[in-house]
């Protein structure tokens, strides 16, 4: 079975300051991990996704993640965050070759301050 | 990557009626998914709709309940039966890819 943690349920951080948000998984098999963020009164979308290869995974709206195996975290960074940026962002794990099944963190609420 | 919308995008409905979801994708796919999202809450399946079969439902969800409709590769429906203001809630469908899952727009349902 898997399991994903988001130990922050909330994240206030000034604009052009830098965010981390942390996530958590176990899993007994491989995984892929994704990052999906969900903006005010929208759906979700897919921000960015460890399949393989480079651990180090970016977007196209700057931010990034880390898949650290030996911890077993996939947290996303971004160095200056913007007033766009609040939205709901969400940690999720596939077992490999799994496409019918995706488990969810609890989601963290960016918040950015003026 | 895949192009899902949903009809409607929010509604607001009466407690004892049922409102039927569409979700269209611009390309065929063999498996669609419908989740829920409670206000504050992250998303739980609903049911797995597989085109040709039956559809698969998690457990706490029953037919009866939630109907779904997966008449081709690039459609489905999903219907909330007899509504009470506790089936207030965003429900997304999904489609999935080699390696995930990308998301409808959600339709936002207040049932008063």
């Known amino acids: 079975a898997q399991s994903v943690t988001q130990l922050d349920s909330q994240v206030p951080v000034f604009e052009e300051a830098p965010v981390e948000l942390r996530c958590n998984y176990s899993?007994?098999?491989?995984?892929?991990l994704f990052w999906y963020v969900q903006y005010p009164n929208q759906g979700l979308q897919l921000l960015l996704k460890y399949l393989s290869g480079s651990t180090l995974v970016e977007s196209i709206n700057g931010f990034e993640a880390e898949f650290n195996k030996s911890q077993t975290s996939f947290h996303l960074r971004k160095p200056s965050v913007h007033i766009s940026d609040t939205a709901e962002y969400f940690c999720a794990v596939t077992p490999m070759n799994r496409d019918d099944k995706i488990i969810f963190g609890k989601g963290t609420r960016l918040h950015i301050l003026p | 990557s895949a192009v899902i919308s949903q009809k409607p995008s929010r509604d607001i409905c009466q407690r004892g009626t049922s409102l039927t979801i569409q979700c269209q994708v611009d390309?065929?796919?063999?498996?669609m998914f419908w989740y829920r999202q409670q206000p504050g809450q992250s998303l739980t399946l609903i049911a797995t709709a597989n085109q040709g079969s039956e559809a698969t439902y998690e457990s706490g969800f029953v037919i009866d309940k939630f109907p779904i409709s997966r008449p081709n590769l690039t459609f489905s429906t999903l219907t909330v039966s007899n509504m009470s203001p506790e089936d207030s809630s965003i429900y997304l469908c999904?489609?999935?890819?080699?390696?995930?899952?990308?998301f409808g727009p959600g339709t936002r349902l207040t049932v008063l």
């Open positions: 390309s065929q796919v063999t498996m």
């Open positions: 999904s489609v999935g890819f080699s390696g995930g899952q990308y």
């Open positions: 899993s007994s098999v491989s995984v892929y």
